[in-house]
Each structure stands twice: as C-alpha cells, then as structure tokens.
C-alpha cells in the first residue's frame, strides 16, 4: 500500500513557475514508477509525465515537454514536476499516481494521491 500527498499547487501568472511535490508513504516507493496527471474543469483526465522507478526513463506529453520536468528523489520517497512558462491552460488539479507499469496513459495506475490545484492567470 502506498499513499500519496501533494503539495505545491497555487495561484501563479502566465509565464511562472511552480514545482509541485509528491510525498510517498508506505512499503517501495523506488520499486514504483510514479506520474502526474491533472484533470482540468469539465474535462477528462490527461496524462502529463511518467518517471521510471530508478529515473532513467521520464515521458512527456506533448504540451508539457520543454515546459515541465518530472524528477525524483527515492531516498527522500518524493516526486517532483516542475513546471515553467505556465498558460492559463494549464490550469488543473495535478495528482500524483503510482504503479508497476511505466506508462503514458491516465489509467493503470495502482495508487493516487488527492490532487493540488494549480491555477494560471492571464
């Protein structure tokens, strides 16, 4: 069992940055691929970074390449994203999920946390 807390989410203007945690709790967090995927208002889910257990594989989708940085830190069990050069369209509740599978879809994921809600401004 794993559970998952998020943390970092705000209020931030076109253009800012914002690093939003993930703090994993329970038994082999770097036995876990780990992913952020965000669900904007009346909208479904959408995939946005994925992370290997070990970190020498990250996946992207397309919007957030060059823009978000996904990273962890296993011996501090934490997932990070990164993200730079916000658009309004980012704005989204992010959560943070975890499974045996690295995978760039929003399903399959065994364990997820409750969400951070970022909001960018225009």
């Known amino acids: 069992q794993v559970q998952l807390v998020e943390s970092g989410g705000g209020l931030v203007q076109a253009g800012g940055s914002l690093r939003l945690s993930c703090a994993a709790s329970?038994?082999?967090?770097?036995?876990?691929?780990m992913a952020w995927i965000r669900q904007a208002p009346g909208k479904e889910r959408e995939f946005v970074a994925a992370?290997?257990?070990?970190?020498?594989?990250?996946y992207y989708t397309d919007s957030a390449k060059n823009r978000f940085t996904i990273s962890r830190d296993n011996a501090k069990n934490t997932v990070y994203l990164q993200m730079n050069s916000l658009k309004p369209e980012d704005t989204a509740v992010y959560s943070c999920?975890?499974?045996?599978?690295?995978?760039?879809?929003?399903?399959?994921?065994?364990?997820w946390g409750q969400g951070t809600q970022v909001t960018v401004s225009s």
């Open positions: 999920a975890a499974g045996g599978i690295l995978r760039m879809i929003t399903q399959g994921w065994d364990y």
């Open positions: 329970g038994r082999a967090f770097s036995s876990y691929a």
């Open positions: 992370i290997s257990a070990t970190g020498g594989r990250k």
